[in-house]
């Protein structure tokens, strides 16, 4: 994360235009998604990309590295910003941040975490999902990245497969419940990205998770063009 702040920082003195290179927690970005042009947003994404699952956070790069910019990007924004706040309400523990034209969704508090050496979701995490799905439902034109991790205990290729099969878990039950395939991407990313330490139990714990990069379709993008120029 320091080397991507210190990219974003650099970028600001460039194109003063992206102010808003990391939004703060649930607020407003229809602005900053206009403020942020095609050409700035493009460059933004190369970078983070860069730097995703290298010590950076790979849902941040995933979901700038999605944005389109302009009147566009308004539209996109304010789209985002609705369906934030609808997820919020349905599970008031979730991490939910706006992020440029996106989402980064962390479930919090046991919210969908695992234990160790396991991949099957528990009940918890079931009822947990289920509060979500009306709203992925809802805002069909979207994708979902999900993102699978580990603790920081054992070999890193059995870390990396845990974790892809943490991400699929969670891509089956979303599918299972209604969710259309093609929306759904899975990564497993190990060990990277902790958010928390990985000297203690509770920390270790925390790690064992998902998060979910949330981010327009291709029809939400096409129709937010033709908005813009209406």
């Known amino acids: 994360m320091r080397k991507i702040a210190i990219y974003c920082l650099t970028i600001l003195f460039v194109i003063p235009s992206i102010l808003g290179c990391k939004s703060v927690k649930n607020a407003n970005n229809s602005q900053k998604g206009a403020g942020i042009g095609v050409a700035a947003g ?13 010590g950076g956070n790979a849902v941040w790069g995933a979901v700038i590295g999605a944005a389109v910019g302009g009147g566009t990007g308004a539209i996109i924004g304010n789209k985002m910003d609705k369906q934030a706040r609808k997820i919020s309400e349905a599970l008031p523990g979730a991490d939910v941040e706006r992020v440029g034209e996106g989402i980064r969704l962390v479930l919090k508090e046991d919210a969908v975490r695992f234990d160790v050496n396991k991949s099957t979701l528990t009940a918890q995490a079931k009822t947990n999902l289920n509060k979500l799905i009306s709203v992925f439902i809802e805002y069909s034109e979207t994708n979902i990245d999900i993102f699978g991790y580990t603790d920081s205990s054992g070999k890193a290729d059995y870390n990396l497969k845990l974790s892809k099969d943490r991400a699929e878990s969670v891509k ?14 899975t990564t497993g990313l190990g060990i990277a990205d902790p958010i928390a330490t990985n000297d203690t139990e509770e920390g270790k714990s925390q790690n064992r998770r998902v998060e979910f990069a949330i981010t327009a379709n291709q029809k ?11």
Request: charged share 25%; glycine share 16%; net charge positive.
């Open 172 to 185: 089956t039950y979303l599918i299972s419940k209604g969710l259309i395939a093609g929306r759904l991407k």
């Open 42 to 54: 493009a460059l933004i994404g190369g970078l983070i990309g860069n730097y995703a699952g290298k």
């Open 220 to 230: 939400m993008t096409e129709d937010a063009k033709k908005d813009s120029k209406n």
